[in-house]
């Protein structure tokens, strides 16, 4: 069996639901959230993939993705803790589950202050030791 090797990143992507999800919105505002981060960073993605009979596949992200769950309070906390620090969050709110288009999104979300959105998930790259502190309160999903 060949060894494998986990490069040391400066960085880390991170993602967090709310801890009252139902499985299915959780799994589907982790997608949402990191396809975000890869939009936002597509220095973070790697090369395409190949398998030995020559199928070729579509390149993912080159780090891995922690995800965490956390109560609706430390993820306002989180965002709250990014905006101070001047960190890009990706955001995911309850009011997105009733939409069903990207516009509509948005539109949701520019309706409420900042202050008000009740988020159900974040996401942010970043240095690692300012990832932990914006997430400070979150604990890797079980």
Same mark, same amino acid.
């Given at each position: %069996?060949?060894?494998?090797?986990?490069?040391?990143?400066?960085?880390?992507?991170?993602?967090?639901?709310?801890?009252?999800?139902?499985?299915?919105?959780?799994?589907?505002?982790?997608? =949402?959230?990191?396809?975000?981060?890869?939009?936002?960073?597509?220095?973070?993605?790697?090369?395409?993939?190949?398998?030995?009979?020559?199928?070729?596949?579509?390149?993912?992200?080159? %780090?891995?993705?922690?995800? =965490?769950?956390?109560?609706? *309070?430390?993820?306002?906390?989180?965002?709250?803790?990014?905006?101070?620090?001047?960190?890009?969050?990706?955001?995911?709110?309850?009011? %997105?589950?009733?939409?069903?288009?990207?516009?509509?999104?948005? *539109?949701?979300?520019?309706?409420?202050? *900042?202050?008000?959105?009740?988020?159900?998930?974040?996401?942010?790259?970043?240095?690692?030791?300012?990832?932990?502190?914006?997430?400070?309160?979150?604990?890797?999903?079980?």
């Amino acid at each position: %069996m060949t060894e494998i090797l986990t490069p040391p990143f400066d960085t880390k992507i991170a993602v967090a639901v709310r801890d009252d999800l139902l499985t299915w919105q959780r799994l589907n505002v982790t997608a =949402f959230l990191t396809s975000g981060i890869a939009a936002a960073h597509p220095q973070l993605v790697g090369a395409p993939y190949a398998d030995a009979d020559g199928s070729s596949y579509l390149p993912l992200l080159g %780090m891995p993705v922690l995800v =965490f769950e956390a109560s609706a *309070a430390v993820l306002a906390a989180a965002r709250e803790r990014a905006a101070r620090r001047g960190l890009p969050l990706a955001l995911y709110t309850a009011d %997105m589950f009733r939409t069903g288009y990207d516009e509509a999104n948005r *539109a949701a979300v520019a309706a409420v202050a *900042a202050a008000d959105l009740d988020l159900v998930g974040v996401a942010l790259h970043g240095p690692r030791n300012a990832v932990d502190k914006v997430l400070k309160g979150a604990a890797l999903h079980p």
